[in-house]
């Protein structure tokens, strides 16, 4: 995209360049920690959707100190920090714990270039955790508190502008008090991780006039075929207009002019709509007068799409996408990188997680309990990745934290509101830190009207918003699609696996443990065949599976958490996240719990000879939906409780002309197992297993199966501990082993 080809003015101290730096040991480190320096610090430009060709970053060495909470300043510093990675992480240099009793400061001096004179300079910070107080050459010009959003400040009145101006930062940062800080922990472990704090994005001067463009609000109308542009100003000039321009491949293809702090509609030629099949974006120029003078001038870009439920033709409720059903496959991303926590090690690094997903046939993430900075979102917009926004997590048990998470909420939404990536914001997760949910979602509906609400994820339905979503481990299942709600698995499978030399400590676990490759590429793939089933049978419109990496101890990516080895191959990945794939990994011939409501006639009492017999009179057992077994056993789906030494299970399947030469039994069994088709042994199985598995048929049962109905009957004993049988017929390609990301 052109607009992003600017002009940047980079600037380091020569003394701090010139001190050796290297990031502080820690448990580890991606690859793309050995190109960071302090003169190459997220030199990118920050703000793609408002660009200005003339800026100065102040990434790079500062000193820092931390002192008591209640110092009114800093004399003495500890040493240099590389901004903006937070102090906590291995890239800063430093890797200290901030504790609720301790302030940090930040100090770094810089020039303001002579060709700002004349302009209001605006100091800004992409974000910092949390409280934050600022101060040039002594004079404090604001506070900021809110660990998330980005926030500036105008400090033209107290620049020297000859000679070195200082810049001063102090941070309080209690982590666990009463603030959204998602999955930060003072103790983290499971699914709460390292805490971070202070300055974690990139921190910027930029010259502008002093009635300059301060914000857009751009909504694409794709009923419309145009763009809805709002351009706030502080101007009160009422001969302030703004004229805008869409571009298309360098060719403007829409223009329109009108008066400053109004919307404005940009009627487009051709309109070419946005998708993560066709992520297109237009270009956008935006040029501000005062009476007929030109007064600032800024480029953007934005995507045309929709967003909304609609019924299809089978008259279930489901997300529709540009008035298409699209069925949303997606990853849970939770945003920390080993050796940055909440800091991406570069651009390129905060480029591949979306480029890996594309990779592997998804089109949508849930950013979890996290905003990320700008450019993460732009990568999306660019490359075409869905995302569903969470609201970090907040305790909220006062009124003063529920005030504080809903300003940060409405400046999460204003924030981000231009990213065409953004389809739906998720108000809470799994009833953590919930309250007032009937109140807050219609606000958030009247704040953006242009977007889906999910009002919790998982669990703490409150029967409003657009969706209905459960969490199911490993799952996969599906809430039922109402009237105007639609279903979606927010989150499922957590199929975890450690690999050595890529883990954050000797610790390691995942929601449904693995023992190899192999066998989480199997059980992936019977997982996303039960997803296709639920989207076709029960109405589902998304499933998002957890997670796209490791974090930290929890081992339940789909990389490993230095982002070094992709666990599953990418191309299987996309075959089976592919629901409309007729070449699947897994083809089910008979299904069992991971693919169904699968009801079985049953018995606990012996039943005597010839039990397995096609012509046996089971009319008097009883019927349940498979599994049967006790919850407490590993990997199980339970559909019925049996809890006796024995269990014997009959019932019935049809089967087309299906080649079925490379048939295999799928079944999880505790204890010994015997399984028959059509009354001739098929399988005979000792112990128990931890998970579903394939197994061979033998030979004269296999030639027992044909066209039409077919008999299917199971014997499972059982002496001590967990207990469980459920048992399905497949075809079962061979998986690929896992391999590095480059």
């Excluded at 050995?34 to 959707?49: G, I, M």
């Excluded at 060709?115 to 955790?129: I, P, Q, Y």
């Excluded at 702090?261 to 099949?277: I, K, R, V, Y």
């Amino acid at each position: 995209m052109r607009h992003f080809i600017i002009c940047s003015l980079i600037f380091a101290s020569p003394l701090l360049a010139a001190v050796a730096w290297q990031p502080a040991p820690g448990p580890l480190l991606t690859r793309w920690a050995a190109e960071v320096n302090p003169t190459n610090s997220h030199p990118e430009y920050p703000r793609p959707q408002l660009v200005r060709p003339e800026w100065l970053n102040l990434n790079g060495l500062w000193t820092y100190a931390i002192t008591p909470l209640t110092a009114t300043e800093a004399t003495n510093f500890d040493g240099q920090i590389l901004v903006p990675f937070p102090i906590e992480s291995a890239l800063s240099g430093v890797k200290r714990r901030l504790d609720e009793y301790s302030q940090l400061w930040y100090q770094r001096r810089f020039q303001v270039p002579a060709a700002w004179s004349g302009r209001r300079v605006r100091l800004h910070f992409g974000a910092v955790d949390w409280q934050v107080r600022v101060l040039i050459n002594g004079h404090e010009i604001g506070q900021h508190r809110g660990g998330y959003d980005a926030f500036s400040f105008d400090i033209t009145e107290r620049l020297k502008w000859s000679g070195e101006e200082e810049l001063r930062v102090a941070v309080i940062d209690p982590t666990e008090g009463d603030q959204p800080r998602g999955k930060q922990s003072r103790k983290p472990e499971g699914i709460f991780y390292t805490p971070n704090s202070g300055i974690w994005q990139t921190v910027w001067l930029e010259p502008v006039a002093k009635n300059g463009i301060d914000d857009l609000r751009l909504t694409p109308d794709v009923d419309g075929h145009l763009l809805r542009v709002r351009v706030a100003t502080a101007s009160r000039d009422e001969s302030a207009q703004v004229a805008v321009s869409a571009l298309a491949a360098g060719q403007e293809v829409g223009r329109v002019t009108g008066p400053a702090n109004q919307e404005l509609s940009l009627p487009l030629t051709g309109m070419h709509l946005w998708s993560p099949d066709d992520p297109f974006l237009y270009d956008l120029r935006l040029t501000l007068t005062e009476g007929g003078h030109v007064v600032d001038s800024v480029s953007s870009y934005f995507g045309m799409r929709k967003i909304a439920l609609r019924k299809d033709d089978a008259g279930v409720t489901r997300i529709m996408l540009n008035d298409q059903f699209t069925f949303q496959m997606g990853t849970l991303d939770q945003g920390f990188w080993p050796d940055g926590i909440y800091t991406a090690p570069t651009d390129a690094a905060l480029r591949s997680d979306i480029e890996f997903l594309k990779q592997a046939g998804f089109n949508l993430t849930r950013k979890h309990m996290k905003v990320e900075p700008d450019r993460w979102y732009y990568w999306c917009d660019k490359l075409g990745l869905l995302v569903w926004q969470d609201m970090p997590f907040g305790i909220n048990a006062t009124p003063e934290s529920r005030t504080q998470f809903e300003v940060e909420l409405q400046r999460m939404v204003a924030g981000l509101f231009n990213h065409p990536s953004i389809i739906v914001w998720v108000l809470f997760n799994e009833g953590w830190g919930q309250y007032d949910t009937e109140r807050l979602v219609p606000w958030l509906k009247s704040v953006d009207a242009t977007r889906l609400v999910d009002n919790a994820s998982g669990w703490t339905d409150k029967r409003v918003g657009d969706i209905i979503d459960v969490h199911s481990y490993p799952g996969p299942e599906s809430p039922q699609p109402e009237m105007d709600r639609a279903a979606v698995l927010g989150e499922f499978g957590g199929l975890g696996l450690g690999l050595p030399g890529h883990k954050w400590s000797d610790q390691s676990w995942g929601y449904q443990p693995m023992t190899n490759v192999a066998t989480l590429t199997a059980r992936y793939c019977k997982l996303l065949d039960r997803v296709r089933v639920l989207r076709n049978s029960f109405g589902l419109s998304a499933a998002i599976y957890t997670q796209t990496t490791d974090v930290e101890t929890e081992c339940n990516g789909l990389m490993t958490y230095d982002r070094t080895v992709f666990k599953l191959d990418p191309a299987i990945l996309a075959t089976a996240n592919h629901t409309d794939n007729r070449d699947r990994p897994l083809r089910i011939i008979a299904p069992n719990a991971l693919y169904g409501r699968v009801t079985w006639k049953y018995t606990t009492n012996d039943p005597g000879d010839h039990w397995q017999s096609p012509e046996f009179n089971d009319a008097a057992w009883l019927k349940g939906v498979g599994g049967f077994g006790t919850e407490i056993t590993p990997g199980v789906l339970v559909g019925t409780a049996w809890k006796t030494a024995d269990i014997w299970l009959r019932r019935e399947f049809t089967l087309g002309t299906e080649d079925l030469r490379n048939a295999q039994i799928q079944l999880h069994h505790d204890e010994d197992a015997e399984v028959y088709l059509n009354g001739v042994l098929a399988t005979r199985v000792k112990s128990f297993s931890m998970n579903y598995f394939e197994t061979g048929i033998n030979t004269d049962a296999a030639d027992t199966l044909k066209p039409g109905v077919n008999r299917m009957a199971v014997h499972c004993h059982q002496t001590s501990g967990g207990q469980f049988i459920d048992v399905g017929i497949v075809i079962l390609r061979p998986a690929k082993t896992a391999g590095p990301t480059k």
